[in-house]
């Protein structure tokens, strides 16, 4: 094979370990002394194979959930003892990719030939900067539709999409806090388990505001379902959510819930409705 050859399979083959989560071969043809820029921080690059090593393995677990890694397109540019290759990749959940099919993660290395052997000495990915306050603000939106979605069909794990894991949610009921998808989850089975009859979940007149890599969305959460001895049942809370956005997508990170209390006797007012 010629150098581009050599170059072209190296890739192919990080591409596909990176898929597998097979770090050894992650790390081969690596460079001891390789200086990465990556989606995160730290700003000023990964330096050194053992700093390359440590940011693999949260990205195989994110890649196990069913994630995708494929090079679309690559070129490969080759020199005596220097080279440069450039590629597109589809990098995504499923629903990353059907939300925003056109988005690709940009990867471009330098390699050097040492003692004969072609070696990634530098690597560079990235994503395009998206800070269209509308589009994040619809990718939210989207979000709690899946939720809505989700809780008609009571299907626990189509809730916790979207869920960051160091979630903190402020419930309608104890405890002050819940700390971590885990904890949050619990609530949710809770809440699917209470009836058997269909729940749907809808904020109706919401307001989002998206900025860079944060968001906050707020308004009136109504919850409904139909009771045997009463018929329909509904009601209707304050709800307010921060969602981050991660490699995954939009996730929540805070949620705070709460009824009015009437000041007269310190309850919470679950009977009022919007006027």
């Known amino acids: 094979m010629n150098d581009e050859q050599q170059i072209r399979e190296l890739i192919e083959r990080w591409a596909a370990a990176v898929h597998t989560g097979d770090l050894d071969t992650v790390l081969a043809d690596h460079a001891d002394d390789l200086v990465m820029f990556d989606v995160p921080p730290p700003y000023d690059g990964v330096r050194g194979i053992a700093a390359y090593r440590d940011t693999w393995p949260g990205f195989f677990e994110w890649q ?9 397109s690559l070129e490969v540019v080759a020199g005596t003892d220097v080279a440069f290759a450039y590629a597109l990749l589809r990098c995504g959940t499923p629903h990353d990719l059907t939300g925003n099919p056109q988005n690709r993660l940009r990867l471009t290395l330098g390699l050097v030939k040492r003692a004969g052997r072609w070696v990634v000495q530098h690597e560079h990915h990235s994503f395009p900067f998206d800070d269209d306050p509308s589009a994040s603000a619809e990718a939210v939106e989207a979000v709690q539709e899946r939720w809505t979605e989700q809780t008609a069909a009571k299907n626990l794990d189509g809730l916790m999409d979207g869920i960051a894991d160091d979630v903190v949610s402020y419930e309608h009921e104890m405890p002050l ?8 989850e619990q609530v949710c089975r809770r809440g699917l388990e209470a009836t058997t009859a269909e ?36 009601s209707w809370s304050r709800g307010t959510r921060v ?20 000041p007269h006797t310190g309850r919470a007012r679950t009977d009022l409705r919007p006027e």
Not at 64 to 72: M, P
Not at 177 to 184: F, K, P, T
Not at 244 to 253: N, P, V
Request: proline share 3%; net charge negative; hydrophobic share 40%.
């Open 243 to 262: 969602f981050r956005r991660c490699t995954g997508g939009w996730k929540l990170i805070h949620q705070h819930l709460s009824y009015p209390i009437d």
């Open 177 to 184: 806090q819940y700390v971590g998808i885990d904890e949050v």
């Open 64 to 72: 196990a959930s069913g994630a995708s890694f494929e090079i679309e």
């Open 199 to 234: 729940v749907w979940f809808t904020v109706p007149d919401q307001t989002v505001v998206a900025r860079g890599d944060l968001a906050v969305a707020w308004g009136l959460d109504r919850v409904a379902t139909h009771d045997d001895d009463r018929g329909a049942v509904e």
